[in-house]
């Protein structure tokens, strides 16, 4: 049993910058690939940014070029840096945690997730 537990999100203007922490209760299996996925009202869940135990990072084409995944193995962290948000960034944010699997990219390979926290980007 894994518990992730998310920090950092809040209210920021557009062109801002957040950053997001996850931290892990244990190292295990099913850490071997974290994952940032997002859900905005009305919207289903989607994936922003995975960083996979080969230390590979992926982003959603939205965000490529804003957001940056990081990631502490020893401390059991995965960060999201989100520079030059935009108001499409609002939603809610989850950390997620999943043994090995090449779709990083889909719900389906991520065996536990964090609470969620929140992100909304208005002037």
């Known amino acids: 049993q894994v518990q992730l537990r998310e920090s950092g999100g809040g209210l920021v203007q557009p062109g801002g910058s957040l950053r997001l922490s996850c931290v892990a209760s244990?190292?295990?299996?099913?850490?071997?690939?974290m994952g940032w996925f997002r859900q905005a009202p009305g919207k289903e869940r989607e994936f922003v940014a995975a960083f996979t135990g080969t230390d590979s990072r992926f982003y959603a084409n939205s965000v490529k070029g804003r957001f940056t995944i990081s990631r502490d193995k020893n401390l059991n962290t995965v960060n999201l840096q989100m520079n030059n948000v935009q108001v499409e960034d609002t939603a809610v944010y989850y950390c997620?945690?999943?043994?090995?699997?090449?779709?990083?990219?889909?719900?389906?390979?991520?065996?536990?997730w964090g609470q969620g926290t929140q992100v909304t980007v208005s002037s």
């Open positions: 244990s190292r295990t299996s099913s850490t071997y690939n």
């Open positions: 997620a945690s999943g043994g090995i699997a090449p779709n990083y990219y889909r719900l389906a390979a991520y065996d536990y």
